[in-house]
């Protein structure tokens, strides 16, 4: 068991290609860093650029179709810290059609043996609603590379479908959905709203002071049993976030 004195310490893998994913993280590590634990955080970098947004409607039907196909989006080396031991590593990011995104997709085939191997590790999903097949797919392969995975937290985005698809994938495509007369009262805003900011840094809170405590008591954050994912669902007009197994 570590000597008590040692801070706690959460690594954070995230990617973000529009910024929703960066703000819950930028808040979660606040959170995390008010209960005394340490929290270090890694950006994924594409090795070439992936445009934001991508231009067309073409482009972006494109770009959904190779996403749904699971296609890797090759990154830069990880610094070397990012395979030390941690008491939690929280993996984050954005759904992209159905899955993980590309970049996350290829640092789980590059280093992931490397990086979770006997790690705890948390999934933390943003998305626009469909989370479920990214959640499953993710949650498999870190149980295949002998994590102990977390009970995921996941935020999506407030406005209901179908006017969610649509407004994301006009803005993908270059367009203000928001502005436009027939869409704007169904599609007021993109993204997360402030009040889910605030909950992912009352999400770091709660894991940070888990994470202390487990360690502690010298044992795992928490014993996962089983490998199928247990949904909980929010009915909250603000979309809280909220944790599955």
């Not at 085939?109 to 979770?116: A, T, Y």
């Not at 169904?186 to 487990?214: C, F, K, W």
Request: charge should be positive; include cysteine; hydrophobic fraction near 35%.
């Amino acid at each position: 068991m570590s000597h008590p004195s040692t801070p706690a310490r959460i690594l954070i893998i995230f990617f973000s290609l529009s910024g929703q994913s960066r703000g819950l993280v930028s808040l979660f590590a606040q959170g995390v860093r008010e209960t005394g634990a340490t929290a270090t955080s890694v950006q994924l970098k594409p090795l070439a650029d992936v445009p934001y947004p991508f231009g067309s409607i073409g482009h972006t039907l494109r770009r959904m179709v190779i996403t749904f196909l699971r296609r890797r989006v090759p990154i830069e080396n990880l610094p070397s810290h990012s395979f030390a031991r941690y008491d939690c590593i929280v993996l984050a990011g954005p759904t992209w059609s159905y899955n993980p995104s590309g970049p996350i997709l290829y640092m789980l085939d590059r280093d992931g043996k490397r990086i979770f191997n006997r790690q705890t590790v948390l999934p933390l999903i943003s998305c626009r609603g469909h989370w479920k097949i990214h959640n499953h797919f993710l949650r498999k392969r870190l149980h295949l590379l002998r994590a102990n995975v977390l009970p995921t937290i996941w935020f999506t985005h407030p406005v209901k479908e179908p006017w969610s698809t649509i407004g994301v994938f006009l803005r993908y495509s270059g367009y203000r959905p928001e502005g436009m007369h027939l869409l704007k009262k169904r599609y007021p805003r993109y993204g997360h709203t402030r009040s889910q900011l605030l909950d992912a840094r009352e999400e770091g809170i709660r894991v940070g002071n888990m994470v202390i405590q487990a360690k502690q008591a010298g044992a795992p954050a928490i014993s996962c049993r089983g490998d199928a994912p247990h949904e909980r669902s929010s009915n909250s007009s603000e979309a809280r976030p909220t944790t599955a197994r």
